[in-house]
């Protein structure tokens, strides 16, 4: 009769999942155990939510440009203006305060970097919008010449909405004639809009 020896061995698996090393140590034949532990493992930087490429934005107001990313170590930011880098801007976030016309056509990226590597997102492109004007009143005044708001640009303008038959209204008109009395020299402007019943 023959005798078949049966003797333990090991095999390690290396498995990569998710940033971080597995190794498996499997038993055979002799009953061996299996045992798994984690080791952290380095990571290039990967960009998970990147820069569109236009941001738009209205004149005079707060933009502000986002991009996440992943790696380990943890990665660091530094953002760039037409591939410039911009002195102590390193947060995952850019906020661009009071944007002006003349940065229409500006462009914006970050490089995210750690010791493993770098990646830089996509360039954003700023369109500046300019601020949208209200609509020009017009009509006629008492005489029955026409009138438009946009006649009294750059001066200094009280506008009166009012009605024939609003009582309160109505009682405004003494002390409004009083203001525009006091500060015509200073170049107030009292325009009334008046609802009529007809």
Do not use: H
């Not at 532990?37 to 502000?64: E, F, K």
């Not at 906020?95 to 002006?100: A, P, R």
């Amino acid at each position: 009769m023959r005798n078949i020896l049966r003797k333990p061995f090991s095999l390690l698996a290396v498995v990569s999942c998710l940033g971080l090393v597995m190794a498996l140590s499997l038993g055979c034949g002799g009953g061996g155990d299996t045992t798994s532990s984690t080791v952290p493992t380095n990571g290039a930087p990967r960009i998970t939510v990147d820069l569109g490429a236009q941001s738009s934005v209205t004149v005079g107001a707060d933009l502000t440009l986002v991009v996440e990313a992943t790696g380990t170590p943890a990665p660091t930011f530094q953002w760039r203006k037409s591939g410039q880098p911009l002195a102590g801007q390193t947060a995952k976030s850019l906020t661009l305060k009071s944007v002006q016309m003349s940065e229409n056509g500006a462009t914006y990226d970050v490089v995210v970097s750690n010791t493993v590597g770098s990646v830089t997102s996509s360039t954003t492109t700023l369109q500046v919008k300019a601020a949208p004007s209200a609509s020009d009143i017009s009509g006629v005044d008492s005489t029955g010449t026409a009138v438009k708001l946009s006649d009294y640009k750059g001066s200094v303008i009280l506008l009166d909405i009012s009605a024939e038959w609003c009582p309160p209204c109505n009682a405004d008109a003494v002390p409004l004639e009083q203001l525009y009395q006091k500060y015509k020299v200073r170049g107030l402007k009292v325009l009334t809009v008046l609802a009529q019943n007809n």
